[in-house]
């Protein structure tokens, strides 16, 4: 009976390590970077998001958004930028390797500014608070998304590229309602073995 009891106890436990990580499969992401484009003299920076990328377990670091400088002006006569940009931000429930069916967005936003003409690139970047935003989905699995890194865009005449990145950690995974009463039963029967036991001696 003792070890019927233990072995019980050790399933039980096997089933909340299990449940910990039963929603740990990762998560897909979108994101939006407006204004897509700004304009300054004879100079521009487009930005844009991600459509549909798969990302793995959390934590982790994704590209949340992709700049890119272009301009006709000579060095030494660059145009000014001052860009409030916006990005939003969608993370979707990953299950095995399809998505989930429910997508929560936020958004974020900061301000680029700075110079920019064909051989050289003075563009710096300043999140705007909140820089960490909660995703809290219907299972109980919780994301947390912080704004990360700015790679500086670069000299037009050099492909003129930056990103802005973020990383997204785990908060929170509650076990499935499967697991939950499964645990109950396992606990009820143990309780039924003691009870048992009990009586006999």
């Known amino acids: 009976m003792k070890h019927s009891i233990k072995l019980i106890a050790a399933i039980g436990c096997g089933l909340l390590a299990f449940a910990g990580t039963a929603h740990a499969e990762g998560f897909y992401f979108t994101s939006a970077f407006t204004p897509t484009l700004s304009t300054s003299g004879q100079s521009s920076i487009t930005g844009s998001g991600q459509t549909s990328q798969a990302a793995g377990t959390a934590p982790t670091s994704i590209t949340i958004a992709n700049l890119r400088g272009q301009s006709t002006n000579t060095s030494g006569t660059p145009d ?28 974020f936003s900061g301000v680029l500014t700075g110079t920019l003409d064909q051989s050289s690139a003075n563009i710096s970047n300043s999140f705007n608070n909140p820089l960490s935003q909660l995703y809290s989905f219907s299972s109980g699995q919780t994301f947390l998304v912080t704004l ?9 005449n050099a492909g003129g590229l930056g990103a802005i990145s973020a990383v997204v950690t785990e908060v929170s995974s509650t076990p499935e309602p499967g697991s939950i009463a499964l645990l109950a039963g396992l606990g009820l029967s143990a309780s039924w073995m003691t009870y048992r036991r009990r009586r006999r001696a």
């Open 80 to 107: 000014n930028f001052n860009i409030n940009y916006t990005l939003t931000v969608a993370l979707t429930e990953r299950t095995g390797s399809v998505a989930g069916p429910q997508t929560l967005s936020q958004n």
């Open 148 to 156: 990360d890194s700015y790679s500086p865009i670069g000299p037009p």
